[in-house]
């Protein structure tokens, strides 16, 4: 179903339709509802948009529980004006296409949406741009029709082909048009995205800490994720890390190089100072295997040698090593 079709579809029943539908879902549409917006816990100084806002009636819930600022947005002209009539909940309306979100990057603190990935083409997409406006560690939840299982499907199944058709013809021959399309609707989009695949499209939109709760027997489901922090952030910091661990390695290195060159006893005595030999056992010196930089200099400070051995250089009149190495390696 094109997103053309919904609009057509839903037009001209905005009037009634918190009325219609709380008595078309059992009365249960409110309390998945509140579920939703107890998902977002938003402060009062928080901007939320929320998509497919319909009537407002999720908008009104937000504003009314945490004091937050809302902006609604749907395409449908027909719904907006009767959102429009809720003085105080919104701080502006947009007419717009949950596909192409007329909003910068990370705008809104939160996000919600009602009702929304069966009308769309690509819920992969769309997730991904409803994604993009929210900010790092910010909240996405939803609610939408669900698919009951086992020996209830049966029930749901004649209920949706036969109860909502009749129900919505009490009301006016458009609720009946709706009635009768709600039903297979659903099913063919939970055969297309199941529920497994929907919580991969929000994990690839980069939103992590996905939550899916199934709630009356399965007829509804509301999901809440966080939106991802940033990632380029973290690499940077392993990257500045990592430039570190590569500067102290490198002075290592270079101050290994110095000693050898200025070494009084020439490069084999150096190189005696800082590694002991594997050839012969009585000058196995006892050298811990630390990391280069440690290693370095913990060797050439202190006098480690074998019995007999000439004292290192600067250890015959206490003189340690270790400030020169530092000293050299800071050149």
């Known amino acids: 179903m094109t997103a053309g079709d919904a609009e057509r579809i839903f037009t001209g029943i905005a009037d009634s339709y918190d009325r219609v539908a709380t008595v078309l879902s059992l009365g249960q549409d409110p309390r998945w509802r509140r579920t939703l917006v ?7 100084t928080d901007r939320v948009l929320d998509v497919a806002t319909g009537t407002g009636m999720v908008a009104h819930a937000l504003r009314d529980r945490f004091g937050c ?11 907006l004006r009767v959102a429009q009539a809720r003085a105080g909940v919104f701080e502006t309306i947009v007419e717009g296409r949950a596909e192409r979100l007329p909003f910068r990057d990370a705008s809104f603190d939160h996000l919600t949406f ?22 790092p560690g910010g909240r996405v939840a939803m609610v939408e029709f669900g698919l009951p299982g086992g020996v ?40 297309r995205h199941p529920v497994v695949a929907l919580e991969r499209y929000w994990f690839e939109a980069g939103l992590v800490d996905v939550h899916t709760r199934r709630m009356s027997l399965g007829g509804g489901v509301v999901m809440s994720a966080v939106r991802r922090r940033r990632v380029r ?69 202190q006098s480690w040698a074998p019995a007999g051995a000439a004292a290192p250089v600067g250890a015959a009149d206490g003189r340690s090593h270790r400030p020169m190495l530092a000293k050299m390696a800071r050149r």
């Open 152 to 191: 209830w499907r049966p029930a749901w199944w004649l209920y949706t082909r036969i109860g909502l058709p009749l129900a919505g013809r009490v009301v006016s021959a458009k609720w009946s048009a709706v009635g009768s399309f709600l039903g297979p609707n659903i099913e063919r989009f939970y055969a």
């Open 69 to 79: 600022v809302v902006v609604g947005l749907d395409q449908s002209a027909d719904m």
């Open 38 to 44: 107890e998902a977002i816990d938003a402060r009062p």
């Open 114 to 135: 009602a009702y929304l990935l069966r009308y769309v083409d690509d819920p992969a997409a769309t997730m991904r741009e409803l994604a993009r406006v929210v900010k």
């Open 233 to 301: 952030g973290r690499l940077a910091r392993s990257d500045r890390r990592a430039r570190a661990h590569r500067r102290t390695r490198s002075g290592a290195v270079r101050a290994v190089v110095r000693v050898i060159r200025r070494s009084a006893g020439g490069p084999a005595r150096a190189l005696a100072l800082i590694q002991p030999s594997r050839g012969d056992p009585s000058r196995r010196w006892d050298v811990p295997s630390f990391p280069l930089s440690r290693r370095v200099g913990d060797a050439v400070g």
